[in-house]
């Protein structure tokens, strides 16, 4: 079955497939480098794509024998890798910009390479747009990621366009090679949140305290909890993990522990349906009584 997220990212391998081709076709028909340059760095966001389609894929198996808690944690190291990625470009485009800005050269672009520069940002933005609505809504990280990843050749060639026109009004050369490294400090800084926001679940890091607390407040709203402690939470994709011990009264029946237990369950769901509870129902001790 096609899932949303599954079709997001599928519309972005496309998008860039295509780019890929169209850069590739102007470069080699017009003999710019400087285009078959572009079509490189497609072909890298293409990659990006294609990792990210097929981790969301991957993620939305069900669980089995072999992975009891499901398959969402490829998202987050698809992520991952996707965050490398863009602190290598980060890294790269940071190296030229100090290059330029030591040894300043002119500038040239030609038209053609600008349109293509122009159409590619356009797509991207677009795609990426769809991307962040849709990752938001599915709690999907890998197609945050990937819009991220998009994002960064739209502020590249804003970039390019804007050196350009600052370097035709002004005369000042070195401008280039700040903007590059202006754009280097901003991507990296992306890079870095994704990588923690993606990296953290992979380690097995506690959901996000208001997230928890939230949960935890829940059980104790219910009169017959007399106590919730030994709380664990940890998530995977869009999944969140929540193992905790409810404290109830002392002689209270098995059947009406086990009662407690699911209507507990069902009344965290209602409020987050990607969570996945064990409750540990156990007697009061005598210092949590009353």
């Known amino acids: 079955m096609t899932t949303r997220k599954s079709s997001a990212a599928r519309l972005s391998v496309f998008s860039n497939s295509a780019l890929v081709l169209m850069k590739v076709a102007v470069g080699l028909a017009s003999g710019s480098v400087s285009i078959l340059a572009e079509a490189l760095h497609s072909g890298l966001d293409l990659l990006a794509a294609v990792i990210a389609w097929v981790s969301?894929?991957?993620?939305?198996?069900?669980?089995?024998?072999?992975?009891p808690y499901g398959h969402g944690k490829l998202e987050n190291l698809s992520g991952t890798i996707e965050a490398a990625l863009i602190l290598a470009?980060?890294?790269?485009?940071?190296?030229?910009g100090i290059e330029r800005l030591l040894h300043p050269r002119p500038v040239q672009v030609s038209a053609l390479a600008l349109l293509v520069l122009a159409v590619s940002?356009?797509?991207?933005?677009?795609?990426?747009?769809?991307?962040?609505?849709?990752?938001?809504?599915?709690?999907?990280?890998?197609?945050?990621?990937?819009?991220?990843?998009?994002?960064?050749?739209?502020?590249?060639?804003?970039?390019?366009?804007?050196?350009?026109?600052?370097?035709?009004?002004?005369?000042?050369?070195?401008?280039?090679?700040?903007?590059a490294v202006g754009l280097a400090?901003?991507?990296?800084?992306?890079?870095?949140?994704?990588?923690?926001?993606?990296?953290?679940?992979?380690?097995?890091?506690?959901?996000?305290?208001?997230?928890?607390?939230?949960l935890v407040a829940s059980i104790r709203a219910d009169p017959?909890?007399?106590?919730?402690?030994?709380?664990?939470?940890?998530?995977a994709g869009a999944w969140a993990y929540l193992?905790?011990?409810?404290?109830?009264?002392?002689?209270?029946?098995?059947?009406?522990?086990?009662?407690?237990?699911?209507?507990?369950?069902?009344r965290l769901r209602r409020h987050h349906p990607r969570l996945d509870v064990l409750l540990h129902v156990?007697?009061?001790?005598?210092?949590?009584?009353?």
């Open 56 to 67: 969301v894929r991957a993620a939305d198996r069900p669980p089995d024998d072999e992975h």
């Open 121 to 179: 940002a356009a797509a991207n933005l677009l795609v990426s747009r769809h991307l962040f609505r849709v990752a938001r809504a599915e709690q999907s990280v890998a197609l945050e990621a990937d819009a991220h990843h998009l994002s960064v050749d739209v502020y590249t060639s804003v970039g390019v366009l804007a050196g350009l026109a600052l370097i035709r009004a002004t005369g000042w050369h070195w401008l280039d090679g700040l903007i």
């Open 282 to 290: 156990e007697p009061a001790a005598s210092g949590e009584q009353g």
């Open 224 to 235: 017959r909890v007399l106590d919730c402690h030994a709380v664990r939470s940890r998530s």
């Open 89 to 96: 470009t980060a890294l790269w485009i940071g190296a030229e």
């Open 185 to 214: 400090v901003a991507i990296a800084r992306i890079a870095w949140e994704l990588t923690h926001r993606a990296a953290h679940p992979l380690l097995d890091a506690r959901l996000p305290e208001a997230e928890e607390s939230a």
């Open 243 to 266: 193992d905790a011990h409810v404290a109830v009264a002392p002689g209270t029946t098995l059947e009406d522990a086990d009662r407690l237990e699911e209507e507990l369950r069902a």
